[in-house]
Nanobody, 121 residues
């Protein structure tokens, strides 16, 4: 069974940093696009950053220049380094992956359970 497990959330003061990690485990053929989404109270889930297996990245405007997404294909992990955190970054952060189970079962969406990031002012 494929699982995405996040770690690294917590409480930090504004201006501080946190690093989130996500490990994909279980039986699968290939990890494709991976990324981080977040959902703040009362708001819709939004993309924060994504990274392809080739290392191409994309960021939401509010994350550019402050957050960096990285990936290890060998270890099946992605990280999100978050610097200069702001109270408006407070949200539950979810790891996402598009996974090929096999050559015939491709692009299956998977989500982690989420990790809470709280930024105090």
């Amino acid at each position: 069974q494929v699982q995405l497990v996040e770690s690294g959330g917590g409480l930090v003061q504004a201006g501080g940093s946190l690093r989130l990690s996500c490990l994909a485990s279980g039986g699968f053929y290939r990890l494709n696009l991976m990324g981080w989404y977040r959902q703040a109270p009362g708001k819709q889930r939004e993309l924060v950053a994504s990274i392809t297996s080739a290392g191409n990245t994309d960021y939401t405007l509010s994350a550019k220049g402050r957050f960096t997404i990285s990936r290890s294909n060998a270890e099946n992990t992605i990280d999100l380094q978050m610097n200069s955190l702001k109270p408006e970054d407070t949200a539950v952060y979810y790891c996402y992956a598009s996974i090929d189970y096999s050559l015939k079962m491709k692009d299956m969406d998977h989500w982690g359970r989420g990790t809470l990031v709280t930024v105090s002012s």
